[in-house]
């Protein structure tokens, strides 16, 4: 289909050399010692036709790139069905080079120094290594872990005004759904490049991958779907474009350049053999990679039918063993999608994430090699971490999964024996998987959800080896039973950590009693309900102060002046007033955890904590106290107002620092198994004292005035610290003082002029 004539006559009219060097491949193949591996990530993808080409090229005595070259662009550009195709030194160079022309000054359409490009977080280090070398700026997008693409919804959520392109990456010959991909780069007028190094032959609705965008990259390295040992491509759709690639890839020269002669007499000062125009770099590749680049185009299509055969054969296998009960899966192809894959992409069950290392342990003790998904999640890289402190890699859970449960195999381009297959499937069966503990949080990125997130983080695993799954408010809509049912249904939680709610500022509460009282109702309902349904075996619900009631007098131990709210109380008077449907729903958050425990035996926990403050919230001026008061100055500082607080200032007040709530939740979820709900208090101070720390730390000078026309409140609510005390005698909570500091620097470092 795409040989040349003239291979065709080699082979076919062998000279002496040809037949010597045949003899001497042939000797020195058989004489290789076999793989260490009984299943290797690489098998050779070349053979005697390639060395001949090779030779061939080496004997013309024409090395540098030339006509092999120009023949190898051609066939290339015709198997992927476009217009152009520029071919470089490496997959690595065809990245840099499709950026750089993109940033380029001649091109009619550019970027500009700081213009942000969208980015897969499952990458490769020269997909975004380039993006920070030409002045851009990478912004991280999560993917689906089920298809490893990019995640379109995160997508839509990155986009800003300063967004301009889009550098995908179609990972191990999958993609992400092209065509809503497109709608989404058509309505933001942007740019995109694909990376498809590791798709090369994979389709989307009959298109192939790499021709979707202004410019595709493809890598010819020796372990990909086409080897030129090193190499690969760029292809474009656009004379423009077609010489622009070739320019830059040979330092800025003239001489592939369509309009070469013009531009000679535009400088006939200059010696037109070197005529330079532009910047440039040296990607040229060699004649050598091309012509064993177009005896490899020739077998692609039969490689890749191999491969996919195999991994069809091999996932039929391992369905259907008695041994398997879905302690994985494999990557799914994305709907409309015709891929060619790469590699057998495998993904542990969340139970065993734990497991990942000691498993691919076993892989390669039984002749299996492995490796990561690509690199797993780059946020994670040293790379991000020092160039973007920002960044948090959690905030990537799709591409965290990939790191940390998945890894891939080698599909080979041969069809593998059944007998292979079964040492396979046999290896990837016969380990010992020990099931984890799967903790669900919801609200999970909340301010407590993302203390939780950090204690978790920072400790080593526990004995149990529990894994941890945080929900956010777009996995799923708790107050629909169905999406509920749909999210334990996915992850099998053992215990649940419940913190998720409905929740406005107090104005907004008192001004929406119907929604906060059916919304928050709906939540508390479905979360007990489906933890009963999966035979969770505890939940750990977090309470409000709301849902104490609104009088300290209703009960409680000690005089009235210094009476504090103990756990018996939660029911002795109605909840706070203008607050109260919210307080209702907390205190019935409560009741309902007892009736499952007395009704089903359900080991039904609750919790409840003062005043909470962390970094992480929204720091909104009518938010909590503490994040109301935070916000409150900021914004006065930045305006250069008076700082105007409501009140007199003399209502005590307790507060608990989020890491602190954090580590008392892990408590409770291991140690607290009581029907009657749990007290954490924290540290109290009037309200005229917080204000005084918040701008001390903030450095305002400004007037503070306090209106005493709007009501204090009650003057003291605290919560009685009694039977913690008991239960957790060396409880320790973080200094007040130490915990606003780290809440107060959150909060300024983002911050960022939102008053204005």
């Known amino acids: 289909?795409?040989?040349?004539?003239?291979?065709?006559?080699?082979?076919?009219?062998?000279?002496?050399?040809?037949?010597?060097?045949?003899?001497?491949?042939?000797?020195?193949?058989?004489?290789?010692?076999?793989?260490?591996?009984?299943?290797?990530?690489?098998?050779?993808?070349?053979?005697?036709?390639?060395?001949?080409?090779?030779?061939?090229?080496?004997?013309?005595?024409?090395?540098?790139?030339?006509?092999?070259?120009?023949?190898?662009?051609?066939?290339?550009?015709?198997?992927v069905n476009c217009p152009y195709a520029v071919m470089v030194n490496s997959g690595s160079s065809a990245n840099l080079l499709a950026l750089a022309a993109l940033v380029n000054k001649v091109r009619q359409r550019h970027l500009n120094t700081g213009d942000e490009v969208l980015v897969p977080a499952v990458c490769w280090s020269t997909t975004l290594a380039p993006i920070l070398q030409l002045g851009l700026k990478p912004v991280l997008v999560d993917v689906d872990p089920a298809t490893l693409n990019i995640d379109l919804a995160d997508v839509r959520r990155k986009i800003t005004a300063n967004t301009r392109a889009m550098m995908i990456v179609h990972v191990l010959g999958n993609c992400a759904p092209m065509g809503p991909l497109m709608e989404i780069v058509n309505q933001h007028n942007l740019l995109l490049i694909e990376d498809t190094c590791e798709s090369l032959g994979s389709r989307y609705n009959g298109k192939m991958l790499g021709t979707f965008g202004a410019f595709g990259s493809y890598s010819f390295y020796y372990s990909h779907h086409l080897t030129t040992g090193e190499g690969g491509m760029v292809t474009c759709n656009t004379l423009e474009d077609y010489d622009l690639l070739r320019c830059l890839r040979a330092h800025g020269w003239t001489r592939e350049l369509s309009n070469r002669p013009q531009l000679e007499k535009q400088y006939p000062d200059v010696d037109p053999r070197f005529?330079?125009?532009?910047?440039?770099?040296?990607?040229?590749?060699?004649?050598?990679?091309?012509?064993?680049?177009?005896?490899?185009?020739?077998?692609?299509?039969?490689?890749?039918?191999?491969?996919?055969?195999n991994r069809d054969r091999i996932i039929r296998a391992y369905q259907n063993h008695a041994k398997f009960s879905g302690q994985f899966s494999v990557v799914k192809s994305t709907e409309q999608a015709d891929p060619a894959w790469f590699?057998?992409?495998?993904?542990?069950?969340s139970k065993y994430?734990?497991?990942?290392?000691?498993?691919?342990?076993?892989?390669?003790?039984?002749?299996?090699?492995n490796r990561p998904i690509i690199s797993g999640n780059f946020a994670r890289q040293p790379l991000v971490r020092d160039l973007?402190?920002?960044?948090?890699?959690?905030?990537?859970?799709?591409?965290?999964?990939?790191?940390?449960?998945?890894?891939?195999?080698?599909?080979?381009?041969?069809?593998?024996?059944?007998?292979?297959?079964?040492?396979?499937?046999?290896?990837?069966?016969?380990?010992?998987?020990?099931?984890?503990?799967?903790?669900?949080?919801?609200?999970?990125?909340?301010?407590?959800?993302?203390?939780?997130?950090d204690v978790v983080n920072a400790e080593p695993k526990g004995a149990d080896e529990s894994q941890w799954v945080f929900l956010r408010r777009s996995d799923g809509d708790l107050r629909e039973l169905s999406q509920a049912q749909a999210l334990f249904d996915k992850h099998r939680?053992?215990?649940?950590?419940?913190?998720?709610?409905?929740?406005?500022?107090?104005?907004?509460?008192?001004?929406?009693?119907?929604e906060m009282w059916e919304d928050n109702m709906a939540i508390n309902n479905n979360i007990l309900r489906c933890a009963r349904q999966h035979g969770v075996r505890k939940v750990v619900s977090l309470l409000s102060p709301m849902a104490y009631p609104n009088d300290p007098s209703a009960g409680g131990s000690g005089?009235?002046?210094?009476?504090?709210?103990?756990?018996?109380?939660?029911?002795?008077g109605p909840p706070t007033t203008g607050v109260d449907t919210y307080g209702y729903a907390k205190r019935m958050l409560e009741v309902l955890s007892r009736a499952y425990r007395e009704q089903y035996g359900c080991n039904f926990v609750t919790v409840l904590p003062t005043n909470v403050f962390g970094p992480g919230a929204a720091f909104r001026p009518d938010g909590p106290v503490i994040e109301g008061c935070i916000s409150k100055v900021l914004q006065s500082k930045e305006q250069g107002t008076p700082l105007a607080m409501y009140g007199s200032g003399k209502p005590l007040r307790q507060f608990i620092y989020s890491g602190d709530l954090a580590r008392l939740l892990i408590w409770a979820l291991h140690h607290y198994d009581d029907a009657e709900t749990i007290n954490f208090p924290g540290e109290e101070l009037s309200i005229a004292e917080v204000v005084d720390k918040v701008t001390r730390l903030v450095d305002f000078k400004g007037e503070v005035k306090w209106d005493a026309s709007k009501?204090?409140?009650?003057?003291?609510?605290?919560?009685?610290?009694?039977?913690l005390r008991k239960l957790v005698p060396d409880w320790k909570p973080t200094p007040f003082d130490e915990a606003l500091a780290k809440t107060v620097a959150f909060a300024k470092d983002n911050w960022a002029g939102r008053s204005k």
């Open 1 to 79: 289909m795409y040989r040349s004539t003239s291979m065709q006559e080699l082979m076919s009219n062998k000279p002496e050399w040809v037949a010597a060097i045949e003899k001497e491949y042939s000797d020195r193949l058989s004489k290789q010692r076999p793989s260490q591996f009984l299943f290797p990530l690489i098998q050779r993808t070349y053979g005697m036709e390639e060395v001949i080409a090779m030779t061939k090229v080496v004997l013309s005595g024409q090395l540098t790139m030339s006509d092999n070259v120009r023949r190898f662009e051609a066939e290339f550009a015709a198997y």
């Open 559 to 572: 005089g009235l002046e210094h009476r504090r709210l103990s756990e018996a109380t939660l029911h002795l």
């Open 343 to 349: 590699g057998f992409c495998v993904t542990l069950s």
């Open 711 to 723: 009501p204090d409140g009650p003057l003291r609510r605290t919560l009685d610290d009694e039977k």
């Open 275 to 309: 005529l330079f125009v532009n910047t440039g770099f040296n990607f040229r590749p060699m004649e050598i990679q091309a012509a064993m680049g177009s005896v490899q185009l020739v077998r692609l299509p039969y490689m890749n039918s191999v491969r996919n055969l």
């Open 493 to 514: 939680p053992t215990h649940v950590i419940h913190l998720a709610v409905t929740l406005k500022s107090s104005q907004g509460l008192g001004q929406s009693k119907v």
């Open 388 to 453: 973007f402190p920002g960044i948090t890699p959690r905030d990537f859970p799709g591409a965290d999964t990939i790191g940390s449960r998945g890894f891939f195999i080698g599909l080979h381009v041969e069809p593998l024996s059944e007998s292979s297959i079964e040492t396979l499937v046999e290896a990837l069966l016969s380990f010992e998987f020990r099931a984890a503990n799967l903790i669900l949080v919801t609200g999970g990125y909340g301010v407590v959800g993302r203390a939780l997130q």
């Open 353 to 369: 994430e734990h497991q990942l290392k000691e498993y691919l342990t076993h892989l390669t003790a039984a002749g299996i090699e």
